[in-house]
């Protein structure tokens, strides 16, 4: 779905973290802007289906931001 919608491509954790985590698929090096537009897209969808309200979209995205300001 977030491919669909966000050209975002994802993929499961492998080995034993098979079924805990998602990997996001990306061509080489990534930046600040590409972390964030993938949270702000995850978000989205989770909105969508009622999963997480909007405070908690805005928190994913203010902590991401945070963390990558510390650099």
């Not at 492998?14 to 972390?35: T, W």
């Not at 909007?54 to 300001?69: D, F, H, P, T, V």
Request: no cysteine; aromatic share 6%.
């Amino acid at each position: 779905e977030i491919k669909n919608k966000f050209d975002i491509l994802l993929a499961g954790g492998q080995d034993h973290l098979k079924g805990k985590i998602f990997r996001v698929g990306h061509l080489g090096y990534i930046n600040d802007r590409d972390i964030i537009s993938v949270i702000a897209a995850i978000s989205q969808l989770l909105l969508l289906k009622n999963k997480i309200t909007n405070k908690q979209s805005g928190e994913a995205i203010a902590i991401a931001s945070k963390y990558l300001e510390q650099g």
